[in-house]
């Protein structure tokens, strides 16, 4: 009897423990989700979102090293025109990748894996191979195979083994998005921003960086294998349907914790479209009005390249009723630029707006530099007086000027800045989320005074692409170039210009539906006409035979812009 009792106490502790145990889960906080309770669909779209956030910083600086952008922000354009690195340049693509993206990979792997959430398993995957390709063209050798595994210090590998490594994720990846998921696994639809879950996409996104990362090894003849990457391509995105693009928003004012920047956005409008101190560069104005020296100003000029009101006049109300929208021009930061070499590599200023008619008086000792600056202002129209050396403006209320009495600078309006504007970064609160245009001041929006339209790639509103069925042709044209095949090189050089084009019409169709070009005509679709005229001019090469390396690469390089990043040469091994 006695033992009985034992037994009875016994199985009553236990079911106790279970119950306390059950009771214990029922009470987790989903408000508050730690490392084993977050749902894999609430954790993917941040993945997403943090590797947007590095690939923007790394599109960025990249963009500054290959001269597409003049910034005057020292670190990068030091990097960009001296080829100077330093720490501070090249940190946060660092920062944002473990912290915020790798240190989730291996745990939402592990979690799928014990969902039967393959689909999961594979964009963890895909993301290893994303981030850490990144990492190896910016850094070279870092942890790898013990990154992310809670080892506080993980050992480094070589470029090899990281290379290798992303490959073979990528070939699990392919394999396990072709798998049936658990019928208790969340689907990947309720968890991916990019696709709406569309398995077929991100199957061909793994072939397309298979074909992307096997081109870094186009130098390596030992390495290189042209057929492999054309079956690859074979494999991956077929048309502009197939593109695999991170979504922008402006209607959020929440930011993320670690930089406080906007959560919704465009990663590359975070940092060349949300500070002041980005331009186009000279180079990169005259591949798109001279590509191949022909004198073509190419259809995605006026898209890529900002403008500004120009010439404001304002009504009894301080309403802007007139102006001229001017084109940004390029800075030369490589070749002998007068301005830079006088005012200094970073010196290009940010414009103000003129509440009231506003007069600087410029002293200018050198007679050559004062008579073209007294011809520069009465070609402007505007009103000036002269004492001897000094110059005395009067930028009346409405302008958009350089608030400076160095007489270098006074032109700088000439450099429209890249910037856009987002709810969540303006302090213009009453900022509608289809004006994307930049105000500098709260005066001048309430005037209507545009200081810049912006440009297609870095708005907070534009698509991030991650890849692209232009970038495909554009390798496929390399890699039959390469083979001495010119004939399928023109077709893909060709595919890859129209597919370009027709992705930036699209989207531009779909800003005037949504009547962002009630405020920003450069937000508006191409005119056809243009478009026709330019692919059948000389700035295209007009038949295989005229094609060349060159010819290739530079279209990229128009096509790519801020998504340079993707597009490191860098030979791992």
Same mark, same amino acid.
């Given at each position: 009897?006695?033992?009985?009792?034992?037994?009875?106490?016994?199985?009553?502790?236990?079911?106790?423990?279970?119950?306390?145990?059950?009771?214990?889960?029922?009470?987790?906080?989903?408000?508050? +989700?730690?490392?084993?309770?977050?749902?894999?669909?609430?954790?993917? +779209?941040?993945?997403?979102?943090?590797?947007?956030?590095?690939?923007?910083?790394?599109?960025?600086?990249?963009?500054?090293?290959?001269?597409?952008?003049?910034?005057?922000?020292?670190?990068?354009?030091?990097?960009?025109?001296?080829?100077?690195? &330093?720490?501070?340049?090249?940190?946060?693509?660092?920062? &944002?990748?473990?912290?915020?993206?790798? %240190?989730?990979?291996?745990?939402?792997?592990?979690?799928?894996?014990?969902?039967?959430?393959?689909?999961?398993?594979?964009?963890?995957?895909?993301?290893?191979?994303?981030?850490?390709?990144?990492?190896?063209?910016?850094?070279?050798?870092?942890?790898?195979?013990?990154?992310?595994? /809670?080892?506080?210090?993980?050992?480094?590998?070589?470029?090899?083994?990281?290379?290798?490594?992303?490959?073979?994720?990528? =070939?699990?990846?392919?394999?396990?998005?072709?798998?049936?998921?658990?019928? @208790?696994?969340?689907?990947?639809?309720? $968890? *991916?921003? !990019?696709? $709406?879950?569309?398995?077929?996409?991100?199957?061909?996104?793994?072939?397309?960086?298979?074909?992307?990362?096997?081109?870094?090894?186009?130098?390596?003849?030992?390495?290189?294998?042209?057929?492999?990457?054309?079956?690859?391509?074979?494999?991956?995105?077929?048309?502009?349907? *197939?593109?695999?693009?991170? +979504?922008?928003?402006?209607?959020? @004012?929440?930011?993320?914790?670690?930089? $406080?920047?906007?959560?919704?956005?465009? /990663?590359?409008?975070?940092?060349?479209?949300?500070?002041?101190?980005?331009?186009?560069?000279?180079?990169?104005?005259?591949?798109?009005?001279?590509?191949?020296?022909? /004198?073509?100003?190419?259809?995605?000029?006026?898209?890529?390249?900002?403008?500004?009101?120009?010439?404001?006049?304002?009504?009894?109300?301080?309403?802007?009723?007139?102006?001229?929208?001017?084109?940004?021009?390029?800075? *030369?930061?490589? /070749?002998? %630029?007068?301005?830079?070499?006088?005012?200094?590599?970073?010196?290009?200023?940010?414009? @103000?707006?003129? &509440?009231?008619?506003?007069?600087?008086?410029?002293?200018?000792?050198?007679?050559?530099?004062?008579?073209?600056?007294?011809?520069?202002?009465?070609?402007?129209?505007?009103?000036?007086? &002269?004492?001897?050396?000094?110059?005395?403006?009067?930028?009346?209320?409405?302008?958009?000027?350089?608030?400076?009495?160095?007489?270098?600078?006074?032109?700088?309006?000439?450099?429209?800045?890249?910037?856009? %504007?987002?709810?969540?970064?303006?302090?213009?609160?009453?900022?509608?989320?289809?004006?994307?245009?930049?105000?500098?001041?709260?005066?001048?929006?309430?005037? $209507?005074?545009?200081?810049?339209?912006?440009?297609?790639?870095?708005?907070?509103?534009?698509?991030?692409?991650?890849?692209?069925?232009?970038?495909? =042709?554009?390798?496929?044209?390399?890699?039959?170039?390469?083979?001495?095949?010119?004939?399928?090189?023109?077709?893909?050089?060709?595919?890859?210009?129209?597919?370009?084009?027709?992705?930036?019409?699209?989207?531009?169709?779909? !800003?005037?539906?949504?009547?962002?070009?009630?405020?920003?005509? *450069?937000?508006?679709?191409?005119?056809?006409?243009?478009?026709?005229?330019?692919?059948?001019?000389?700035?295209?090469?007009?038949?295989?035979?005229?094609?060349?390396? %060159?010819?290739?690469?530079?279209?990229?390089?128009?096509?790519?812009?801020?998504?340079?990043?993707?597009?490191?040469?860098?030979?791992?091994?």
């Amino acid at each position: 009897m006695k033992n009985l009792k034992y037994i009875i106490l016994g199985a009553v502790l236990v079911m106790g423990s279970a119950s306390c145990k059950k009771w214990l889960n029922v009470n987790t906080d989903p408000d508050n +989700p730690n490392n084993q309770s977050v749902q894999l669909q609430n954790r993917l +779209p941040w993945i997403e979102h943090f590797y947007q956030y590095t690939a923007g910083v790394t599109n960025y600086r990249t963009a500054c090293i290959a001269g597409v952008y003049y910034t005057n922000s020292t670190n990068p354009n030091t990097f960009s025109t001296t080829w100077q690195c &330093t720490n501070a340049n090249s940190t946060t693509s660092y920062q &944002t990748f473990f912290v915020e993206v790798s %240190s989730n990979l291996v745990d939402m792997y592990n979690t799928a894996k014990q969902q039967g959430a393959y689909h999961y398993m594979a964009a963890a995957d895909v993301f290893t191979a994303l981030g850490y390709m990144e990492m190896l063209d910016l850094y070279g050798e870092m942890p790898f195979t013990q990154a992310g595994t /809670g080892n506080p210090s993980p050992k480094p590998d070589d470029g090899k083994t990281i290379f290798n490594g992303c490959m073979a994720k990528l =070939n699990e990846a392919i394999g396990l998005f072709g798998q049936a998921q658990a019928s @208790t696994a969340p689907t990947f639809a309720a $968890g *991916d921003l !990019w696709s $709406g879950g569309d398995l077929n996409k991100w199957i061909k996104m793994c072939w397309g960086l298979k074909a992307r990362y096997m081109l870094k090894l186009s130098k390596k003849s030992d390495l290189y294998n042209a057929d492999s990457i054309l079956y690859c391509l074979s494999k991956g995105p077929q048309s502009n349907a *197939d593109n695999i693009v991170g +979504p922008g928003f402006n209607n959020s @004012t929440v930011t993320d914790y670690l930089l $406080g920047d906007p959560v919704v956005t465009n /990663g590359n409008f975070d940092y060349v479209g949300y500070g002041n101190s980005v331009r186009i560069s000279q180079y990169y104005y005259n591949l798109l009005t001279n590509m191949r020296g022909a /004198g073509v100003v190419d259809p995605r000029m006026s898209k890529i390249v900002p403008s500004y009101m120009s010439g404001i006049k304002l009504d009894g109300n301080g309403k802007v009723s007139s102006f001229t929208w001017l084109r940004s021009q390029g800075v *030369d930061q490589y /070749g002998a %630029s007068a301005r830079l070499l006088k005012g200094g590599p970073t010196s290009i200023q940010t414009p @103000t707006y003129a &509440t009231t008619n506003t007069n600087i008086k410029y002293t200018i000792a050198d007679a050559t530099d004062r008579a073209n600056f007294i011809a520069a202002v009465t070609a402007s129209g505007r009103t000036f007086t &002269t004492s001897g050396n000094d110059v005395t403006v009067t930028y009346n209320a409405g302008s958009i000027f350089i608030n400076s009495t160095n007489y270098v600078y006074a032109g700088d309006t000439a450099y429209v800045n890249m910037r856009s %504007s987002a709810i969540a970064t303006s302090g213009i609160l009453a900022q509608g989320a289809t004006d994307v245009s930049w105000y500098p001041s709260t005066a001048a929006f309430n005037a $209507g005074a545009v200081a810049s339209t912006g440009s297609y790639q870095v708005r907070p509103v534009s698509d991030q692409e991650i890849l692209t069925y232009h970038e495909m =042709n554009f390798i496929k044209a390399e890699v039959y170039m390469r083979k001495g095949d010119q004939a399928n090189a023109y077709t893909a050089y060709l595919a890859a210009i129209q597919a370009h084009l027709d992705m930036m019409q699209a989207k531009l169709t779909q !800003w005037k539906a949504a009547n962002y070009t009630a405020t920003n005509p *450069d937000m508006a679709p191409m005119n056809q006409s243009d478009i026709t005229a330019y692919l059948a001019s000389g700035a295209v090469a007009q038949g295989a035979g005229a094609l060349t390396m %060159s010819d290739i690469m530079l279209q990229k390089y128009i096509a790519m812009g801020c998504s340079l990043g993707k597009l490191e040469r860098y030979a791992p091994f």
